[in-house]
């Protein structure tokens, strides 16, 4: 991408034809991303690639609300000049929404986050990548039970530029890194096979520890091998970390998305200011932690990102929704900060920073032990119902627990709970937290939790 000088003058020509076309806002949005990415198949690299992706987008909109959006990957002036056309006429033609109020203002203040930029990602080569993709390869092939790997290492080095009719102007540069194994092992004896997964996702190279990702594969699949049904039973369930995001986490963002709420899709609807769960239940969205994936110093449309409160205490905010400038202006509030695009080609929608369950005050190991009967549940493929909170479904990765210990692998076992019964079901939290990406979740006990076993 030219220098910021090159791109804050595109940007100028084109919010000067925008305003000149009857656009009454405009915002054009720069991004630039070089990535290398590594694809590990059978356990061999079967993909490696080295590329960039540029381009530009821009949003106009008319007094009456009409949108119009357009993009390029041409960041010459004559391009851009016909890109800011075609959104005119889009505009010109598109549904009027009494909804729309306002793009962000012009900000003076952000807050510094520290630790988004890494140079050792920005100019790692592919050379030193594949030796990451190595480390899984290399740890996989010297276990007798592993037979199989799929992953993948990748990083990239990323730019963005926002500026619109109100004045604001913003840039950024962040860098991030991956890497995920996916092992299939084999019981020689039982000829039984399971799988077992890991990922990791870091703002700064050092973070990434390769050996341990695959390790923890390797343990996972085994610890689910030779599985065993189990009559139905109601009893507690244990939460491994992976689990409350997949069962609490990832749902609260759909659920706490101001676009799902407004358009009543959410189990949370009319639940603003009610407690949802104990006194020690918090939840909160943190745009601001120091090297954190999530965070970011603004958001997809320029606006300051914060630290937003979500669930205090037990209490579900009346303010813990998440907005973009669009939601906000609906419902007359301000910005939460939490617009999200995935590119230049892609209009603003919603999107969580770190979502954070808040740690509690007990060890897992205590949680564990005090169990007489219950599950440990890690992975389940199906996802609740985000409208009605009613979730069903299938015990991929779990295992018994009895008098404190972790036991057979599960077969054939489901398990029913409503998100707001299991919301108020939480029993204990624990010390110990583990971040998966842009989620932070600690092990969490659900009471009375209905188990639904395939044993006879």
């Known amino acids: 991408m030219q220098n910021k000088s090159d791109v804050s003058n595109l940007a100028l020509f084109a919010l000067n034809i925008a305003e000149k076309l009857t656009a009454k806002f405009a915002e054009i949005y720069f991004y630039l991303s070089d990535y290398l990415n590594i694809d590990i198949e059978e356990n061999s690299i ?3 690639e080295i590329g960039s992706d540029l381009g530009v987008g821009i949003r106009v909109i008319n007094q009456k609300g009409s949108l119009g959006f357009a993009y390029t990957n041409r960041l010459e002036r004559k391009y ?15 549904t009027e929404d009494p909804d729309f109020k306002d793009l962000p203002p012009k900000y003076e203040v952000y807050k510094t986050v520290n ?12 050379e030193d990548s594949i030796l990451y993709a190595e480390d899984l390869i290399n740890i996989c092939d010297k276990d007798d039970m592993a037979i199989s790997q ?23 540069k962040t860098t991030i890194s991956s890497i995920s194994s996916h092992v299939i092992v084999k019981d020689e004896i039982t000829n039984d096979t399971s799988f077992g997964f890991e990922s990791q996702i870091e703002r700064n190279l050092n973070g990434i520890n390769s050996k341990n990702v695959v ?16 009559n139905s039973i109601k009893a507690p369930l ?61 958001d997809g449309e320029g606006v300051p990102c914060k630290n937003k409160r979500v669930i205090d205490k037990g209490k579900f905010l009346k303010s813990g929704l998440l907005h973009n400038s669009y939601t906000a202006g609906k419902e007359g509030v301000e910005s939460s900060g939490n617009a999200a695009r995935d590119s230049y080609s892609s209009l603003p929608g919603i999107g969580i920073k770190n979502l954070i369950l808040q740690s509690g005050k007990s060890s897992k190991d205590e949680i564990i032990q005090n169990v007489k009967e219950g599950i440990l549940l890690d992975y389940t493929g199906d996802r609740p119902n985000i409208s009605t909170g009613d979730f069903s479904g299938l015990i991929l990765q779990g295992n018994l ?19 707001l019964d299991l919301f108020r079901n939480i029993e204990e939290i624990s010390k110990e937290t583990k971040v998966y990406g842009p989620f932070q979740a600690p092990f969490v006990k659900i009471a009375d939790v209905q188990i639904i076993g395939s044993a006879s």
Do not use: C, H, W
């Not at 851009?80 to 598109?94: H, P, R």
């Not at 390790?215 to 049904?229: E, G, V």
């Open 238 to 298: 244990i939460l491994t970390p992976k689990g409350v995001i997949s069962f609490i986490l990832r749902p609260l963002a759909s659920a706490i998305n101001a676009e799902t709420f407004q358009y009543k899709r959410s189990f949370l609807v009319d639940r603003r200011g009610e407690y949802l769960g104990p006194e020690f239940l918090n939840i909160e969205d943190n745009a601001l932690i120091e090297g954190a994936v999530g965070s970011a110093t603004f």
């Open 115 to 126: 630790g988004l930029y890494d140079k050792d990602i920005k100019y790692l080569s592919i």
């Open 150 to 172: 799929s992953g993948n290492f990748s990083s990239s080095y990323n730019k963005t530029f926002i500026f619109n009719s109100n004045g604001l102007s913003i840039d950024s």
């Open 215 to 230: 390790k923890t594969a390797l343990k996972n699949a085994k610890r689910n091998l030779n599985r065993k049904k189990i």
């Open 401 to 419: 627990i009895r008098n404190g210990e972790i036991l057979d692998a599960l077969n054939e076992t489901m398990f029913g709970i409503n998100l």
């Open 46 to 48: 079967k993909n490696n």
């Open 80 to 94: 851009i000049e016909k890109m800011v056309k075609t959104a005119i006429s889009l505009m010109k033609t598109g």
